[in-house]
């Protein structure tokens, strides 16, 4: 006799796996057996195996997740600040099921779903085609997003603590520039100027801690979300510890170590 079924997803680091599922998620770690990993939630149960090759762009690993209750574990997500996936967002589908969808570390696409109270008379036949015709074309749109980047029109100098005057003098008495003195409470930055420059606006940061000066730049994008999940499947993680931001920004780098701000378009 048949009692429950159990998937089993691919992992590249059991350490973010765990990271994700177990105090993100809020799952429960039953079982680790160094390259093979069990964690359980309510009446579901994961398994994960190692698997460091693992080319996110390849990887169609998807499972569909029941709930009775998907309005509070939706907001519960929220409220943990959880990426939902950008076409993932909790709504009700065509074959008639209340959906939403994350993407794990490793890409693993995490559907959960719930039938609404008034599509509970839905005849099984109904749903059963509408699943196979429309639910494989939402998870493929799910899986392939499209992000147009722009050129944003900041630009930031991050400048060495022992330059900072030089430079912002520089700027002022020598350039003629008008300089605007900027408030800030952040971490990394203890003081910054505005410079009108061009189509442009140029921050002059000093940075207490730097060396030697950086250029940064600036990218703007239609839905943030969408675009840090295009960049992952790209290869291109978020570094959003180099500097305090608020939400809904990122800090990404290119193969060179330029700096970049992705924002959303204004």
């Not at 079924?5 to 039953?30: G, Q, S």
């Not at 099984?124 to 196979?132: A, G, H, L, P, R």
């Not at 029109?153 to 430079?167: D, G, L």
Request: charged share 25%.
């Amino acid at each position: 006799m048949l009692t429950n079924i159990n998937p089993k997803l691919p992992m590249r680091d059991k350490a973010a796996t765990k990271e994700y599922y177990v105090k993100r998620l809020e799952f429960v770690e039953i079982a680790d057996y160094g390259d093979y990993l069990l964690i359980k939630k309510d009446n579901i149960e994961i398994h994960f195996f190692e698997f460091k090759e693992l080319d996110v762009k390849q990887n169609y690993g998807q499972i569909y997740i029941r709930t009775d209750n998907i309005d509070i574990l939706y907001q519960s997500m929220l409220d943990k600040k959880v990426d939902i996936h950008p076409n993932g967002t909790l709504q009700i589908k065509p074959w008639g099921q209340k959906e939403f969808s994350l993407l794990d570390p490793d890409y693993n696409l995490l559907t959960f779903g719930q039938y609404p109270e008034n599509s509970l008379t839905i005849r099984k036949e109904e749903t059963i085609q509408s699943v196979n015709s429309m639910e494989a074309k939402t998870n493929k749109g799910i899986k392939e997003t499209v992000t147009k980047f722009e050129a944003g029109i900041n630009i930031a100098v991050k400048i060495p603590k022992s330059k900072y005057e030089a430079t912002v003098a520089f700027y002022r008495d020598i350039l003629k520039f008008e300089l605007k003195e900027i408030p800030l409470n952040n971490q990394t930055v203890s003081k910054s100027h505005q410079v009108k420059f061009g189509n442009n606006v140029l921050w002059l940061d000093c940075v207490d801690n730097y060396t030697h000066s950086q250029t940064w730049l600036e990218l703007s994008v239609e839905d943030v979300g969408q675009a840090t999940v295009y960049l992952k499947e790209n290869g291109i993680d978020t570094c959003d510890e180099i500097e305090q931001l608020p939400e809904n920004m990122h800090w990404i780098t290119d193969p060179a170590g330029s700096v970049f701000l992705v924002r959303a378009r204004e």
